[in-house]
């Protein structure tokens, strides 16, 4: 007969069993066509407007991050952009639409925004950007070799309607951007592309322009840019309208812009609710809650191909929780099943780009906001920057919905990119892989076996804590070296006939050499 020690001790033994038991999943992998493609340059950050005095919920967050405050000689914040060599970065954010350009140095006390309790937008007055903060700005793009997007003020020259609140009315004046085109021009500074207006479609966060307006406007920017840039193998793309999906409003602006007037349909995604939501980390590992924005990725690229086939989609800010990001959440490990996982859903529906709010400032940054040191999720997007191409492979498995699997042709090679989070705290999982080559959609599928050793890259959070603020590769916390240099991204090589471990609350990068996928060829 068993005695208590022994009946405690087999508990524990079986309950130990229970939670380390590895769960096999069967992955496959459709290698014979690309289902969709990005730009090569697809993860992209956003450099904010925000004074040190925006605050939320008793927090004031973005300290000296914002554009007129930034530390642009800051040796780690240079060196974070280098690493990705290039980094796309848009210039732009909820003030973009109050910011006037000085170039002609005829707007007196040209000052940064100030509090104002009545008569602005969100709290602040106009700001003014003197030419020689642009120049700093371009000296940085131009050193650490950024890909630029410029949001312009797209509510210069309007007024706020007398009959409908919120509303501004009015042609948009596009002499004070014209300005700003042939200052840039005339100093040599690239821009990739204009993005006009931010959060001003459908009903609008502080204003809003009615679809057919926001179309003309478009097309005046279109006009102004083929101007100002007649070379069109240098001609900087158009984006707009920048702001959150709505049916109604996106189909009349898309149907009435023109033909070949928007290169990129931007749109903006804050699905996990306000920053103080206290059940933001329950989000963002909840797989059936991360799927239901899929349906808006799905919308924006239908409408697109129905209304102008010639653009693609851009989701051109997105920081998961708004105001300023989850507090508590944001820049720790956890943040990075959300991040990451958009970053895999956008790309399978056809998005071109994916740009992080914000690259430092607020609780959502990819670097810390006083000390530049990268957040976890800086090394993920570094990570999909380097070993993520732009094919974007068809990927199925009957496991786990906690299981969340992505494929993509490598940036660099012609072999396969997996990407696996693994949103159980619990259940780790051993993947095998299969071959999906029948075009026709039926069987057989035939199991994968590499002869080629597989890097991988696992990013896992220091001691097992998801909301811990620093993250492990391969077991080894990555830190910045003594000499403040972004450490160097290791893979581990595993013989490629075992099946791919992935541990529980965890997040990986594979590369599969021998993978027979004529897409990627």
């Known amino acids: 007969m068993m005695n208590f020690k022994s009946i405690t001790f087999f508990v524990v033994f079986l309950s130990c069993l229970l939670v380390s038991k590895a769960e096999k999943v069967e992955v496959v992998v459709e290698g014979a066509t690309s289902i969709a493609q990005t730009d090569e340059d697809f993860i992209c950050v956003t450099l904010d407007w925000w004074p040190t005095n925006k605050c939320d919920y008793d927090q004031c967050p973005w300290g000296q991050a914002g554009l007129f405050n930034l530390d642009l000689k800051n040796k780690i914040l240079e060196k974070a952009v280098k690493a990705f060599h290039p980094l796309r970065i848009r210039v732009g954010g909820s003030l973009q639409d109050q910011v006037v350009y000085n170039v002609r140095n005829n707007i007196e006390n040209c000052q940064p925004f100030q509090k104002q309790d009545k008569g602005f937008l969100f709290g602040f007055s106009i700001g003014c950007l003197d030419m020689k903060r642009w120049d700093e700005l371009n000296e940085f793009f131009n050193q650490t070799r950024a890909k630029v997007t410029f949001g312009l003020n797209a509510l210069i020259g309007r007024k706020e309607s007398e009959t409908e609140k919120t509303l501004w009315v009015g042609d948009w004046y596009s002499h004070n951007a014209r300005d700003l085109m042939s200052y840039t021009i005339s100093k040599g500074y690239t821009i990739d592309s204009y993005e006009l207006g931010n959060e001003l479609c459908g009903v609008g966060v502080s204003a809003r ?5 926001y179309a003309k406007d478009m097309a005046t920017l279109k006009n102004l840019v083929k101007e100002m840039y007649p070379n069109p193998k240098t001609q900087p793309k158009i984006l707009g309208p920048g702001g959150f999906y709505d049916k109604k409003w996106f189909d009349t602006f898309l149907d009435a812009s ?22 933001v980390v329950r989000r963002v590992q909840d797989p059936f809650f991360l799927t239901q924005i899929a349906q808006t990725f799905k919308d924006v690229s239908n409408a697109i191909v129905k209304f102008a086939p010639w653009s693609g989609a851009w989701v051109s800010e997105s920081g998961g929780a708004y105001n300023s990001g989850g507090q508590l959440v944001s820049y720790t490990f956890a943040f990075g ?15 071109k780009v994916y740009c992080r709010q914000a690259l430092t400032g607020g609780n959502y940054a990819l670097l810390n906001t006083t000390t530049f040191v990268p957040n976890p999720d800086y090394y993920g997007a570094l990570l999909w920057h380097r070993v993520m191409g732009s094919k974007v492979l068809s990927v199925t498995h009957k496991g786990s919905p906690y299981l969340r699997v992505y494929s993509h042709c490598a940036k660099k090679e012609v072999i396969i990119i997996i990407l696996v989070i693994n949103l159980s705290k619990n259940t780790s999982f051993e993947i095998d892989l299969f071959h999906d080559l029948n075009l026709n959609g039926g069987s057989p599928n035939f199991e994968f076996k590499g002869h080629k050793k597989r890097e991988e890259y696992h990013l896992t959070p220091k001691d097992g804590n998801i909301l811990s603020s620093i993250v492990l590769l391969n077991g080894t916390p990555l830190e910045l070296s003594d000499s403040l240099e972004i450490p160097e991204l290791k893979p581990k090589l595993v013989d490629g006939l075992k099946p791919i471990s992935i541990a529980a609350h965890s997040i990986a990068f594979v590369t599969i050499r021998d993978f027979n996928a004529p897409a990627c060829s």
């Not at 070949?260 to 699905?271: A, E, K, L």
């Not at 099943?337 to 998005?351: A, C, E, I, K, R």
């Open 209 to 213: 322009i009615e679809a057919k307006q």
């Open 258 to 279: 023109g033909h070949d007037v928007i290169d990129g349909v931007t749109h903006h995604i804050y699905n996990l609710g306000p920053g103080n939501n206290p059940d």
């Open 337 to 351: 099943f959300w991040y990451l996982d958009q970053l895999g859903m956008t790309s399978v529906y056809n998005h």
